[in-house]
């Protein structure tokens, strides 16, 4: 198992599950129910920001909704694509504004920031963004429109 070494950090310390919010330790106990088991069984393996994590996949550090968040810039052939974990939460809101932060983000400011930027790179390169918070089929491409962005979700058909 991968993760940002920082992310790992915030969510693996008992300090800061113990000064967490009471409705926030559940984050905290689930992460530490999950990853544990691979550190103990040494199947753990985390990463700086900005690590290659196989030729091809690069750990961009876009920190804001939580200390350590990562997105993943994947390249291949000349074709790029931002998998963007949590950054976008609400695309039918945050692609036309994308200043709409969640009360999830650990740090606002920061999270804003994060997403404008990845969003505006998207745009600018035409490259492709996947995001497990969008709408089926959850990649596509983003256009600059006015102050905002539009999502354009890559054509789905099924196969006969």
Known sequence: MRASKLEADYWLKPENLAKAAADAK??????????NPYIQAGKFSPFDNGATLVPG??????????????????????????????????????FPKPTVAIKFDSDIPAAVKQRQKVVHDAAQGGYWMAAAHLSFPGIGHVRAEGNGYVWLPANYSVPR
Not at 26 to 34: C, E, K, R
């Open 57 to 94: 996949i690069l750990a961009v550090a876009t920190h804001g909704h939580t200390p350590g968040h990562t997105s993943y810039l994947i390249e291949s052939q000349g074709d790029k694509m931002m998998v963007l974990g949590d950054l976008v939460h609400f695309g039918a809101v945050q």
């Open 26 to 35: 559940d984050g905290f106990q689930h992460a530490q129910q999950s990853i």
